[in-house]
């Protein structure tokens, strides 16, 4: 039997949980951009608002950051004619997938999840099933799109192992080859991006310190404000990368400088070798304020009429449910449910 070949297509999504930061958009929007730009797949990008539900959300704010962040992905780059848009809840064929998940994933390979052992912490009786099970609907996310590929994080990495096995699990169980198995795409400068104040630390919305993070809301004094007053040491930046192993707030300036200006670490410090900090912030903080207010700034034009980013999203569910609802009928085929008509 041949093998199948399937389409190359691009998957991810971002929980809309609100306080996005630059760490959102050197970490993951970026590299969404420049996938979708490289032509090389189909490009399919989601507010994984199911997701957001496994811990308690205000509802009210939920709609606001799901709005708040397709204004992100449409102000950094993303082109909703170019990349399917949408939000998870409006395509159903997430959910009745992820139940069939449900039934081949295992328990042991949720419990052995660490971002479930680290959220739920000892209190696991008080956490929610969805919040468990967080990882058949991850693998639902991906594969009701036979996404070939899916950029991630270290975070996630483990998450998308877990969706291998569940797609070569199914397969094994209805002798097919029916969904793919995902390969991740790791890589990329800043793709960690740590705090202002603690270069030791991920740069977090949940930082009691605003000065620790750059917020994509941010105009450009405050950025410029950010950059030149993040932390450092006295030392000038080293000759070579390997000068920076034990010194993270210098390594995560340079890193962020990296992923701005579309180069490498490795690069800037061939640039900037022997330059203090006091003539390398101010620097940064140019070129941070050059490549992120106009992104801050579309996004409060966006956030100006919600309804024609509600009528955006409503577009990009129609676009992705023509991908989906076609997989999800012959998923349900394979497992042997039967279908009207």
């Known amino acids: 039997m041949a093998e199948t070949q399937f389409t190359p297509r691009v998957f991810s999504g971002i929980q809309p949980s609100g306080g996005l930061t630059l760490g959102n958009y050197l970490g993951a929007m970026k590299r969404f951009v420049e996938m979708q730009d490289a032509g090389q797949f189909e490009t399919v990008y989601c507010m994984v608002d199911l997701h ?12 606001q950051n799901t709005r708040e962040l397709a204004a992100f992905f449409i102000a950094a780059g993303i082109d909703p004619a170019k990349s399917i848009l949408f939000n998870q809840s409006q395509v159903a064929e997430h959910a009745q997938l992820a139940w069939i998940f449900n039934c081949v994933a295992r328990m042991g390979w949720m419990g052995r999840m660490t971002q479930w052992k680290d959220k739920a912490g000892k209190n696991t009786e008080n956490a929610s099933l969805g919040l468990f099970a967080y990882p058949a609907l ?3 996310d991906i594969l009701i799109y036979h996404a070939t590929h899916v950029p991630v994080g270290d975070d996630q990495k483990q998450h998308l192992e877990l969706t291998r096995d569940v797609a070569q699990k199914f397969n094994n169980d209805f002798g097919t080859d029916f969904f793919p198995i995902t390969e991740p ?15 030791t630390k991920k740069m977090s919305k949940s930082d009691p310190s605003d000065m620790s993070r ?23 930046l080293p000759d070579t990368i390997e ?6 707030e210098a390594r995560n300036l340079v890193e962020i400088y990296a992923g701005l200006a579309n180069t490498t670490p490795e690069a800037v410090i061939a640039e900037c070798a022997g330059q203090q900090f006091g003539t ?61 008509g």
Request: no cysteine.
């Open 52 to 63: 957001a539900i496994t811990v308690w959300q205000d509802p009210a704010a939920l709609r």
């Open 138 to 140: 991850m693998a639902a």
């Open 185 to 199: 795409v790791i890589g990329g400068p800043a793709m960690r991006v740590m705090s202002l104040r603690d270069g």
């Open 214 to 236: 750059i917020n994509m809301a941010d105009d450009a004094d405050a950025i410029a404000r950010k950059i030149r007053k993040a932390k450092t040491d006295p030392e000038p």
């Open 243 to 248: 000068g920076l192993k034990d010194r993270p």
């Open 280 to 340: 390398f912030k101010p620097r940064l903080a140019d070129l941070a304020v050059e490549r992120i207010a106009p992104i801050s700034a579309r996004m409060r034009d966006l956030m100006s009429d919600p309804a024609e980013i509600d009528r955006t999203l409503g577009k990009g569910a129609d676009r992705a449910r023509e991908i989906a609802t076609p997989i999800l009928e012959k998923t349900y085929e394979i497992v042997g449910m039967l279908r009207s």
